[in-house]
């Protein structure tokens, strides 16, 4: 059963930058036919896809947010991480990190993130 964990700080700073790393245990980021990715669901509105990495090490991005996003991973730690610049309070959101293959997807639990002078 692969669990996706996120860890990061819960309050941002305008015009900083968002860090957020999810940790996967019972399954490798490196499986082939699986991607690993990052979505994000303001206050009051639907999910949000913001992009992907998959287990080549190529990242997909939400074209709105793919001049701010950035997606890496550390494949000896089995994480990945997701890092959005000059952030604004439109930005506060929970943050998911999940798992996609053949259709189906595996969240986490969600972290909220504000961004508030």
């Known amino acids: 059963q692969v669990q996706l964990q996120e860890s990061g700080p819960g309050l941002v700073k305008p015009s900083e930058t968002l860090s957020l790393t999810c940790t996967v245990s019972?399954?490798?980021?490196?499986?082939?036919?699986?991607?690993w990715g990052w979505i994000r669901q303001p206050p009051g509105k639907e999910p949000d896809w913001m992009g992907a990495?998959?287990?080549?090490?190529?990242?997909y991005y939400n074209p709105p947010l793919e001049s701010r996003t950035s997606i890496a991973r550390d494949t000896s730690k089995n994480q990945f991480t997701l890092q959005l610049s000059s952030v604004a309070p439109s930005d506060t959101a929970v943050y998911y990190c999940a798992r996609g293959s053949q259709g189906r997807s595996t969240w986490s639990k969600g972290t909220q993130v504000t961004v508030s002078s």
């Open positions: 019972g399954g490798s980021i490196t499986t082939n036919s699986v991607v």
């Open positions: 990495i998959d287990a080549s090490g190529t990242t």
